[in-house]
């Protein structure tokens, strides 16, 4: 992976989120490949995820640990990781195992409710986005319309300190985090458009996770 990779580590409450850009070349290949599943209902069958995962979605499935490889995903993944982690810690990754990585095709009033993940770390990014997501909103509100945005949640809300994180989704755009951290995706409305995301979990060095192992 030649791409320079450009990132933010965004503190908006207890734990930190590492925000980075999916290189073109990684981002194209991952959206090919989901049209060529989408045109395969028996591969579609073989890889299909939903009765694993929390969403009321209109598809959900795994990818194959070979295009997880020859797409760049998981050597983009592990740079970022070694990234932030050094970052937030100082110390140096030497494992880096992902258990699985899926893609979630979500379309007009479908959700993923508030959820956590398995593993350590954990993400969530945007392969391909509706034109709009619609502009629905309740009369005589003037909150911002949340159909389509992912939101982070943690704790409650306090002084200084914020419960929630909520997300506009930008084509490229992947979230890295703890995964103990809840999030949920809200419905959209006014589109028959697809909402394409991309999440995994994996492992790292235990001595580095586990903060309560006395190291």
Known sequence: MSEQVNYQVIRSFGPSVFKVKIPDSILNHLNSYVEEIIQNKKKQAELNWAHKLAGDVTEEFILEKE?????GWLKFLSICVQKWIGIETQKKITKFNVDRSWIVRQFQNEYNPTHWHNGHISGAGFLKLP???????????????????????????????????????EVGDFYFFPNYL?????????TNEERRSISFNATIDNNIYDVYGGN
């Open 131 to 169: 034109k709009s997501f619609g502009d629905h909103k309740q009369k005589g509100k003037d909150s911002d319309y949340s159909g389509g945005k992912l939101q982070l949640i943690h704790g409650s809300r306090m002084f200084l300190c914020d419960s929630t994180l909520t997300i506009k989704p």
């Open 182 to 190: 809840m999030h949920t995706v809200y419905p959209f409305k006014n």
């Open 67 to 71: 295009i997880i490889e020859k797409s």
